[in-house]
């Protein structure tokens, strides 16, 4: 329990240096979209009316930044300077290993939320639409953009080998989502235009910010208001459906590709001949804590191999009887 301690904490350091060193980082997720969101709250009286879940919108946005994002930039980072690799040689296990690392990252979108949430309520109509959030509906649509987040930027991290051209696919959705998702541009202007209203329906975190957007102004028909829709009609169980296949299907993805890129006990050797022996004295170098056992297992080893090739060989007597 000690030693996993220890492992999870330096985790956790390596991912906060990351995050804090990254200044682009910071000036992209917090600060647009910090500036966007004051400006929306600020300036009210103007001839385009922000939306009234606005708030809403940008700790969506946020989540994304985090929960994809930085996350696809942790795990390019840990591959990179060879940290997984490293780390897989010792007997730590690789689920605790990835638990940590997602933990920290939901950990680090829920205290940004938190901030974002804090700053809105320095404004008064702000804190008067509170009083009417459906929690329920906007946590739901919270979690499920998280979850969704995360496993989305894990296949992009472990399916694309280029950093660049991973980093350009996230920015694509997170300033996507500023701009067509209740943030950047109302919805309530959005929603008039018949192809950005299609084109929206092919980012996959719009739906969970959606039931986030729902909940915030407590309309579970997924309506803003007599005129406006979030576009699906009467059919307000899309979204649900949507959130919960798109997480469904990641989760599996991602399991499929753990097991790919770190083989969890080199599985894929196991199909040739007079390999299970190796991989047991693999598994036992792997799992000595000093030189001295290390020493040991290959001495047991050895002789087990002399003691083999000494042993008298085995006549096939069954064929014999057979003659």
């Not at 084109?199 to 729902?214: E, H």
């Not at 009467?234 to 798109?246: E, K, M």
């Not at 030189?291 to 083999?308: F, G, N, R, S, Y």
Request: charged share 15%.
């Amino acid at each position: 329990m000690k030693h996993h301690w220890k492992i999870f904490k330096e985790i956790w350091l390596l991912q906060w240096e990351n995050y804090k060193k990254d200044i682009f980082n910071l000036f992209s997720g917090w600060v647009i979209t910090l500036v966007i969101l004051l400006v929306w709250l600020t300036f009210r009286d103007t001839n385009i009316k922000s939306d009234p879940f606005v708030l809403a919108s940008a700790i969506g946005v946020v989540g994304i930044r985090n929960c994809s994002f930085n996350f696809i930039r942790t795990l390019h980072n840990f591959k990179e300077t060879n940290f997984f690799a490293r780390l897989f040689n010792t007997k730590i296990s690789k689920t605790f290993v990835f638990f940590s690392i997602f933990l920290f990252n939901q950990i680090a979108n829920f205290v940004t939320s938190a901030i974002f949430f804090g700053i809105g309520m320095l404004y008064q109509d702000q804190r008067e639409k509170v009083a009417d959030v459906n929690w329920v509906l906007f946590l739901i649509g919270y979690l499920a953009l998280a979850l969704m987040s995360n496993f989305i930027g894990f296949i992009i991290g472990f399916t694309i080998k280029s950093l660049d051209i991973t980093i350009a696919i996230a920015n694509f959705y997170y300033f996507g989502s500023i701009y067509f998702l209740g943030l950047g541009f109302p919805w309530t202007t959005v929603a008039h235009y018949p192809g950005l209203v299609i084109a929206s329906y092919f980012f996959p975190q719009r739906y969970a910010l959606n039931i986030m957007a729902a909940g915030w102004i407590n309309r579970p028909d997924m309506t803003v208001d007599s005129e406006v829709t979030f576009g699906f009609g009467t059919h307000v169980w899309i979204p649900y459906l949507v959130c919960a296949v798109i997480i469904v299907l990641g989760a599996i993805l991602m399991g499929w590709l753990l097991m790919r890129e770190f083989e969890f006990g080199n599985k894929k050797y196991k199909k040739y001949h007079n390999v299970q022996k190796h991989l047991i004295i693999i598994r036992q170098i792997k799992q000595a804590n000093s030189l001295e056992e290390l020493h040991q297992v290959i001495a047991t080893h050895d002789a087990l191999q002399t003691k083999l090739k000494k042993a008298p060989k085995v006549k096939n007597t069954h064929k014999i009887k057979e003659e």
